[in-house]
């Protein structure tokens, strides 16, 4: 009897072992090193959208309601994002006029109200919820900010329609990613506006960011030293033809006696070369709207900085920099 027993519990020990040995292997977790540089990829490169802020616009019916958009850039880039809603204010500030203490007290006030009506609204016997409800996102930080200007916008229709003004007044901000990866993210602010008058204004700024030291790259720091006066030369030479080629004048001398020549500092690395981006009225009449000239990347070696060049321009231009040394040390060797 003894013996049986035993004999099935090798049995049973076998078995078991045996099914233990078919199972499949469970795959290895993915190690922490993987992680943290999926992580750091992933820094490195702006995702995001553009959040619609929730302006107080009174009722209106009709044709002629006024219109105003505003949208912030909602990110993986904080940095970016605070930015950018500054920028978003500088903006308004330049399209509507408003007194400096109307947009400070305004802005105290409705702060104040915002957060007594939260208070109140939380139950008194949760603190810990009455904490939470007076948390403001970033989005309802900004909308505060935009009141005093949304209140000018409002007052400035009333103004137009007392005018007996059949034209309807508008505006619209809006952030858009451009580039997300490396070597710069570039996010343009597009503004557009009509407040009355023979016609509206539109605008594009481009911000451009080094997301792993997380700060704002101007033109001159994309540029070799001392390379800024030939990058004029290029870019004048790209207005002469734009001049030429938009049939705005065939002479470009009496051309600038109106609308002189000036290196821009909005821009971005597109596809195909250096953009320079100008404003209405900047460099030409309104009616050339935003120009916008492009200087090819083959033409910007030795002057741009290798790391904002493309990969096949950025590999010519080590391999002129090591013939050059290299034809240096021959002649030194040789005198």
Partial sequence: ????????????????????????????????EAKQTQAEQQSLKLVGDTEKLNLSLPKCEGKNCPEISIERLNSNQAFIDHFIDQKIIQELAQILEIAPQQAASEAAAIDHAASAASAADAPASNPTAAVIAQVET??????KQTVP??????????????????????????????????PLATVVLNSSSYLGGAHGASAQQYYNFDLEQKKLVLLNDILLEKQRPQLERKAYEAFKQWVIASELSTNVQEYEQAWKFKLSENYYLGQQGLILQYAEYEIGPYVVGLPRLTIPYAELQGILKAAYLP???????AAKSAEASATKATTKAKS
């Fill in 311 to 317: 990969v096949t321009e950025a590999a010519s231009e």
């Fill in 138 to 143: 970033l989005a309802q930080k900004l909308e």
């Fill in 1 to 32: 009897m003894l013996k049986n027993k035993s004999i099935l519990a090798i049995s049973i020990l076998i078995t078991t072992l045996g099914i233990t040995a078919c199972q499949p292997k469970k795959t290895e977790p993915e190690t922490v």
């Fill in 149 to 182: 200007y949304v209140q000018s916008f409002l007052a400035l229709d009333q103004e137009q329609k007392a005018l007996s003004s059949n034209h309807k007044i508008s505006l619209m901000i809006k952030p858009k990613i451009l580039n997300a990866d490396q």
